[in-house]
């Protein structure tokens, strides 16, 4: 085979591969595939795809898998369909799409504030979790608005908790992604917040908190440990109305959990918290009357693309501080 004739048996082939990374990567019903690497094989343990992802997805029945193949939703990395006889092969990458049973419904709607070219900036509800994990896939902020606007290539840039009301930033363009998520890493975003909380009698505002973040044994709370501080919040205080206050927290380091934990460490623990300061019973069903009363409510930061100063806030109020 000449050059020539080897470039177009190149290209032919490159353009096969994008055909299947496309038909891979596409959503469906807003839903990307998610992936997971064969491992070396171990002793002859896995004979077929399904005897290895019905044991490493030990929630997931044989028989839910072997429906999913049914329906096209199991696609090896070639965009071929995975079969309940598809043989185990080292190395290589699965696709699925995930699905969740009796997924509950969040009865609250996100609102779009902001779109572009390059960034969506979306304005979350409580209990709406942010990207698809657990018992939530369909019912979260990403896959409503991929439905909603028809992006497949939608990805947030930063998370806040689904007990956390207010504004989420979503990228748009794969290639700028990164441009837009580097803000959040260099902290370059002003990032403000509202919480409702009771009157800090024995402190004084405005203040800063520093401490040192850790997970603890319990993978749902952060702890408080001795060292070098890792988290820091500004803090102070909007209004007062009796025995509680309505608060503004600037987070300069973005731990898990860190605005709660700090509030929780000062003895003012946000309103509706069942993390902190005790983890409650957490149960299957929201309590849609008890919101978590903390709200991201600004986002401030220079576009890394037009060099535009840009300011977003959320339209959402947190309940009146007299009824807490």
């Known amino acids: 085979m000449n050059g020539a004739s080897l470039e177009r048996s190149g290209s032919i082939w490159r353009a096969d591969l994008q055909r299947f990374q496309t038909a891979i990567l596409a959503t469906r019903d807003g839903v990307s595939a998610s992936c ?20 490493r997805f030990a929630a997931i029945s044989r028989d839910d898998w072997l429906a999913r193949m049914a329906a096209d939703e199991v696609i090896d990395e070639a965009g071929q369909r995975v079969t309940a006889e598809s043989p185990f092969v080292p190395h290589t990458k699965i696709y699925y799409y995930r699905s969740v049973p009796n997924e509950p419904h969040i009865p609250f709607a996100e ?12 304005d979350k509800p409580h209990f709406l979790p942010v990207v698809p994990a657990g018992r939530f896939v369909q019912e979260t902020l990403l896959v409503r608005l991929k439905k909603k606007l028809g992006i497949d290539t939608l990805s947030p840039a930063h998370r806040i908790d689904r007990d956390t ?12 992604r990164d441009a837009y998520q580097r803000l959040f890493r260099d902290r370059l975003v002003e990032k403000r917040y509202e919480a409702i909380a ?22 749902m709370q952060m702890r408080e440990v001795a060292g070098e501080p890792n988290a820091e919040t500004r803090i102070d205080v909007i209004e007062t109305h009796g025995a509680f206050a309505r608060y503004a927290l600037a987070p300069i380091t973005g731990q898990k959990h860190q605005l709660r934990a700090h509030m929780a460490a000062l003895a003012i623990p946000i309103v509706n918290d069942r993390i902190y300061p005790t983890l409650l019973a957490l149960h299957h069903t929201d ?13 401030a930061f220079v ?16 309940r009146p501080i007299s009824l807490p």
């Open 36 to 55: 997971v690497a064969l491992p070396s094989r171990q002793s002859g343990a896995w004979r077929t795809v399904l005897d290895f992802l019905s044991e």
């Open 111 to 122: 609102r779009v504030l902001f779109q572009d070219d390059y960034i969506v900036v979306a």
């Open 165 to 176: 009301a207010g504004l989420v930033l979503f990228t748009i363009q794969p290639a700028t």
């Open 198 to 219: 009771s009157v800090g009698a024995d402190l004084t505002f405005p203040m800063t908190y520093r401490s040192r973040l850790q997970e603890s044994n319990n993978f």
């Open 287 to 299: 309590d849609f009357d008890q919101p978590l009363q903390l709200l991201a409510k600004t986002l």
């Open 303 to 318: 576009d890394p693309l037009t060099g535009q100063a840009r300011r977003f806030t959320s339209e959402r109020e947190l």
